[in-house]
């Protein structure tokens, strides 16, 4: 079965740290990007991250850049995202998600969430104030 696992969330005051995790599973890791979503309560979701199965390649939405770093680890099929300096408006149901690679190298492609072919479970994330 298809499986994308989200990990690493929790409870953060202001100016912390978190790391995420996505665990791939059931389907070929190099044949597929990933993106980071997350999802406020009452707003709709938005993209965050993104990196290239081909080339490494990253991309972040300007409200996270400077302070997110997305990386992947082939050998455990694991793509992670690093969240430094985190905000209150970080507040959110984090997602990854699998994209057939190729898609993206349409300028934009990777926030559309509608292009992605697989979901994970998301994982909390709370910054207090």
């Known amino acids: 079965d298809v499986q994308l696992q989200a990990f690493g969330g929790g409870l953060v005051q202001a100016g912390g740290y978190l790391r995420l995790s996505c665990a791939v599973s059931?389907?070929?890791?190099?044949?597929?990007?990933i993106g980071w979503f997350r999802q406020a309560p009452g707003a709709e979701r938005e993209a965050v991250s993104w990196?290239?199965?081909?080339?490494?390649?990253?991309v972040y939405a300007d409200s996270v850049k400077g302070r997110f770093t997305i990386s992947s680890d082939n050998a455990k099929t694991t793509v992670y995202l690093q969240m430094h300096s985190l905000k209150p408006e970080d507040t959110a149901v984090y997602y990854c998600?699998?994209?057939?690679?190729?898609?993206?190298?349409?300028?934009?492609?990777?926030?559309?969430?509608?292009?992605?072919?697989?979901w994970g479970q998301g994982t909390q994330v709370t910054v207090s104030s």
């Open positions: 059931g389907f070929r890791f190099a044949d597929y990007d």
């Open positions: 998600a699998a994209i057939l690679n190729g898609i993206t190298n349409i300028p934009g492609s990777w926030t559309a969430e509608r292009l992605y072919d697989y």
């Open positions: 990196i290239s199965s081909s080339d490494g390649s990253t």
